[in-house]
C-alpha cells in the first residue's frame, strides 16, 4: 500500500500537523506532499500565518502525478488548499481518501481565513459537502463535531521520553511564564504580552514560536525551533491562551515536561485539563484574570508542583503515539482493502 501524506506545512515551521506526520514516517513508508515540501510557497498569500501553495498549471500536475501513483490518500488540515485539491484529484481517479481532522472546519473557516460570514457559510457548505467524499475522518476527541458518518476517534501522542523535567535548566532568579506555538490572531499571543506588561519585575515571557508580536523587555521569542523540551524545561509554566484549538500538542508537551498549564477551556483540552489536578483554566480573556491565576500557582511551589507531577502522569498514560499512530495504520489498510474489493 503506497500511501501520499497531503498537509499544508513543513519545516522549518513546527505544529501538531508536522509532528503527526513525522511520527507516522518513522513507523510506516509514506510520501509527503505539502507546501514547502513538493510545493513552492507562494510570496503573496498566507493562510493563517503559514505560506500558501504557489497554484499554477505545475502544482496541479504534479499534485495530480502524485495522487495517481499512490494508492491511499491520507489529509492533514483539511479544507486547506493542498488537501482540497488533492481531494478531488483522488475523486477522478479513483483513490481511497482519508483524513485527520487536526482543526475545526468552521473555526478554520471563519477564525483563520477571516472573510465575510455569507462569503464563509458558503465555503463551509463545499467544505462539509467534499469532506462526505472522504471514506474515514479520525477526529482526536470523543466530543469533537460531528462531521462524517465514519468518524473514528483517535488521539494524538507524546514522546515522553523526550520531553520530560529537566529542573537543572530553570532560572532560579526569574518567573518564566512561557508559551509554544504561532504567533497568530487565533493563538490570541497578545493576551499574554498585555499579561506581561501588569507583571512584576522578575516576570518573563518565553514564546517558543514564530510570528510578529511588539517587542518588550522582558519579552523572549525564539523563532521556530527542533528542541522545544529544551525552552519548555526554562519555564515555570504553561500557557494556551488560544481561542481555537482541537488536541494542542503543545499543552500535552509542556505537561509532560511535569509543567502546571493555564489554558482556554476549547477543543480536547476542556477534557484533559482537570481544575487544580493537571492545570487550570481562563475563561476570560482579561490580561489581570490571567496574572492573578499565575500568582497563585508562583506562591504556591507546592501546589505547581504536584499538579505538574499530575499532568505528566496522565500524559504518560492517556497519549501514546505508538498506540495512536498504529490504530490509524490498521484503518488505512482495511480502506484500501475495502477499496479494492469494491471496484
Not at 86 to 108: E, G, M, R, T
Not at 132 to 143: A, G, R, T
Not at 195 to 219: C, F, N, S
Not at 315 to 332: G, M
Amino acid at each position: 500500500m503506497k500511501t501520499l501524506i497531503v498537509l499544508e506545512t513543513w519545516d522549518p515551521q513546527r505544529d501538531g500537523v508536522i509532528q503527526f506526520v513525522k511520527e507516522y514516517t518513522k513507523r510506516y513508508d509514506a510520501t509527503i506532499f505539502s507546501t514547502g515540501h513538493g510545493a513552492k510557497p507562494s510570496k503573496w498569500m498566507k493562510i493563517a500565518g503559514y505560506p500558501a501553495p504557489k497554484i499554477g498549471l505545475r502544482y496541479l500536475r504534479d499534485i495530480a502525478r502524485n495522487v495517481k501513483e499512490h494508492d491511499v490518500i491520507f489529509l492533514q488540515g483539511y479544507p486547506g488548499l493542498n488537501s482540497t485539491i488533492s481531494l478531488i484529484f483522488a475523486k477522478w481517479y479513483n483513490k481511497p481518501v482519508a483524513s485527520y481532522a487536526h482543526i475545526n472546519i468552521q473555526d478554520f473557516i471563519q477564525t483563520f481565513l477571516r472573510i465575510p460570514k455569507v462569503c464563509a457559510q458558503i465555503l463551509f457548505n463545499i467544505s462539509y459537502w467534499l469532506l462526505q467524499k472522504v471514506y474515514i475522518v479520525f477526529v482526536p476527541y470523543p466530543d469533537y463535531p460531528d462531521i462524517h458518518p465514519r468518524q473514528s476517534v483517535t488521539p494524538l501522542g507524546v514522546d515522553i521520553e523526550k520531553f520530560c523535567k529537566k529542573s537543572l535548566l530553570k532560572n532560579k532568579t526569574k518567573f518564566v511564564v512561557g508559551y509554544c506555538g504561532r504567533i497568530s490572531p487565533e493563538k490570541n499571543v497578545e493576551l499574554l504580552r498585555n499579561m506581561l506588561i501588569r507583571a512584576p519585575e522578575h516576570y518573563e515571557l518565553l514564546i517558543v514560536g514564530d510570528g510578529e508580536i511588539e517587542p518588550h523587555p522582558k519579552l523572549k521569542v525564539t523563532g521556530f525551533v527542533d528542541d522545544p523540551d529544551r525552552y519548555y524545561n526554562q519555564m515555570d509554566i504553561f500557557i494556551m491562551p488560544s481561542r481555537t484549538e482541537t488536541t494542542s500538542l503543545a499543552t500535552l508537551e509542556a505537561m509532560a515536561c511535569e509543567l502546571p498549564v493555564i489554558v482556554s477551556k476549547v477543543g480536547f483540552m476542556a477534557s484533559y485539563v482537570k481544575k487544580n489536578v493537571t492545570g487550570q483554566f481562563l475563561l476570560q480573556d482579561s490580561p489581570d484574570i490571567l496574572l492573578s491565576k499565575i500568582q497563585v500557582l508562583e506562591h504556591d511551589p507546592l501546589l505547581r508542583e504536584q499538579i505538574g507531577k499530575n499532568a505528566r502522569q496522565m500524559v504518560a498514560y492517556s497519549f501514546s503515539w505508538e498506540r495512536s499512530i498504529n490504530r490509524i495504520h490498521k484503518k488505512l489498510n482495511k480502506m484500501y482493502i475495502d477499496h479494492i474489493a469494491n471496484t
